[in-house]
């Protein structure tokens, strides 16, 4: 599987933005797919995944709770991050990762369970 991620970019605080994470290879109606995002000196942090298997069950960060929402356009297999009010604090490099062998009760905040990676794109937010 490979996964581009864009949308990202300067925006001021209160603005909005949206990621995609296209993949080819495979089609991602089946998988896990999460958002992270990692901050300068600061470690790789869980934002959102969505469990395209089952249907689409989502779980947010507490950070992100509300304020950002994950959806998939299976037609165009891609998964979108869509952030509304934005903060400083959101400013980050984000990735988008599949996990092509989910299992049951898993725990999709953990980095270590996804199988492939996109590049990052860059989200800088300005107060």
């Known amino acids: 599987v490979q996964l581009q991620a864009s949308g990202g970019g300067s925006v001021q605080a209160g603005g909005s933005l949206r990621l995609s994470c296209a993949a080819s290879?495979?089609?991602?109606?089946?998988?896990?797919v999460g958002w992270f995002r990692q901050a300068p000196g600061k470690k790789r942090e869980f934002v959102a995944y969505r469990i395209n298997k089952t249907g689409g069950n989502t779980l947010y960060a507490d950070s992100v709770k509300g304020r950002f929402t994950i959806s998939a356009d299976y037609t165009e297999n891609t998964v979108y991050l869509q952030m509304n009010s934005l903060k400083s604090e959101d400013t980050a490099v984000y990735y988008c990762?599949?996990?092509?062998?989910?299992?049951?009760?898993?725990?999709?905040?953990?980095?270590?369970?996804?199988?492939?990676w996109g590049q990052g794109t860059l989200v800088t937010v300005s107060s």
């Open positions: 990762a599949v996990d092509i062998n989910p299992r049951y009760g898993a725990s999709w905040r953990d980095p270590e369970l996804y199988d492939y």
């Open positions: 290879g495979r089609t991602l109606s089946s998988y896990v």
